[in-house]
């Protein structure tokens, strides 16, 4: 069968990700796997990956094996996206040569990502310096204590600071690189690198769904599935608390109750939250006016909808549209400035009303 080859390297914005020794594979396969694998058929310039280390040594991996990078600190600083995974040791020092490589990054304007822990070699180069940030919730309260010029959120998924990048937890990192390839090639392209990987484009809620929870049982999930597809398959009509809990054959009292245990946020903001992510691509990729956009996702109003999207999104629908219509030449879709966007919905005004707006 023809493969098309990968575009050429040139036209290819380079990524770079740190390997060290003592590392956990996790966060570092899931950076191989969205910007690591050629995906010609999205007919954008994907990715040039490369993975670096202060040395050509082998380096061991938890789990009991070793591996090896092919590339040093200064490919590492050379690149356009620079991503480091969890550190090894919180506790410990960062060296003094990946210090200066992820500072000679960001004096050549990279883009800077930590996943889990690496927020701490951030927070060791500067880079987080008066920002606000966020890592694993195990560990916000030692990043605070460690380095207290850090403004440490350890309730969102991720922080998009627009140069400097940081997510929670491992799996909170891809919740991070899927949100840099919506901001590099918009929501359809996004949504499809999502899909063949298993996961949502987008979650709700923050860490505090995740701190000390207790185990949902099976059927209460089989339940919330249930009225989560009923609910996107009916997206563009009213949509009442009563009928997703009809869905899940509950009680409105108890679903209100199963649904915020299971997912960190209440069935009104998962609703809105959904119809404006389905707005997103029809911004990007149509022209139709935000009055029918609104309709068209349910929202009982534009206004109504472009309160929600600029709750969520932080820009107003018409800016959203201007910025990510096309991707800039780098490959980095273009700047909102200062704003701040977090791996969390803002809370909505009323949770409990009957139909959700």
Not at 100 to 110: F, K, M, Q
Not at 143 to 165: I, S
Not at 315 to 331: I, V
Request: one cysteine or more; charged letters at 20%.
């Amino acid at each position: 069968m023809f493969v098309p080859s990968p575009i050429p390297s040139a036209t290819r914005p380079a990524v770079s990700v740190l390997a060290f020794d003592g590392m956990s594979p996790f966060e570092l396969g899931c950076v191989v796997e969205i910007f690591g694998i050629a995906r010609p058929e999205l007919e954008v310039p994907w990715y040039e990956l490369s993975v670096c280390a202060e040395s050509r040594a082998d380096l061991r991996v938890t789990g009991g094996f070793t591996m090896r990078a092919e590339h040093g600190l200064d490919v590492l600083a050379a690149a356009d996206t620079v991503i480091v995974p969890g550190v090894a040791d919180v506790h410990g020092e960062v060296s003094r040569e990946v210090v200066a490589a992820l500072r000679r990054a960001r004096d050549r304007g990279a883009r800077i990502v930590s996943i889990c822990s690496g927020a701490f070699a951030l927070a060791a180069a500067g880079l987080l310096d008066d920002r606000e940030a966020t890592t694993h919730w195990r560990y916000a309260e030692l990043l605070q204590r460690r380095f207290p010029r850090v403004r440490v959120d350890p309730d969102v998924l991720y922080v998009d600071g627009e140069d400097v990048l940081t997510s929670a937890g491992s799996a909170a990192g891809l919740d991070l690189l899927i949100h840099l390839v919506r901001k590099d090639h918009g929501p359809g392209v996004a949504n499809e690198v999502a899909r063949r990987l298993v996961i949502p484009p987008h979650r709700e809620g923050g860490q505090a769904q995740f701190i000390q929870a207790a185990v949902t049982p099976v059927e209460d999930g089989v339940a919330m599935a249930a009225a989560m597809t009923w609910a996107l398959e009916h997206l563009a009509e009213p949509i009442t608390i009563a009928a997703l809990a009809e869905a899940a054959h509950m009680s409105r009292r108890t679903f209100i109750r199963h649904f915020g245990r299971q997912t960190g946020t209440s069935p009104l903001r998962w609703v809105i939250s959904q119809r404006v992510t389905a707005s997103l691509a029809m911004l990007e990729s149509t022209s139709v006016p935000v009055e029918e956009i609104a309709s068209a996702v349910g929202f009982d109003s534009a206004a109504t909808f472009r309160h929600h999207f600029t709750r969520a999104m932080r820009t107003s629908p018409s800016a959203y549209r201007r910025a990510f219509r096309a991707p800039a030449p780098s490959g980095h879709a273009s700047s909102h400035g200062s704003e701040r966007r977090t791996g969390r919905l803002e809370p909505a005004t009323e949770l409990q009303c009957e139909t959700i707006p």
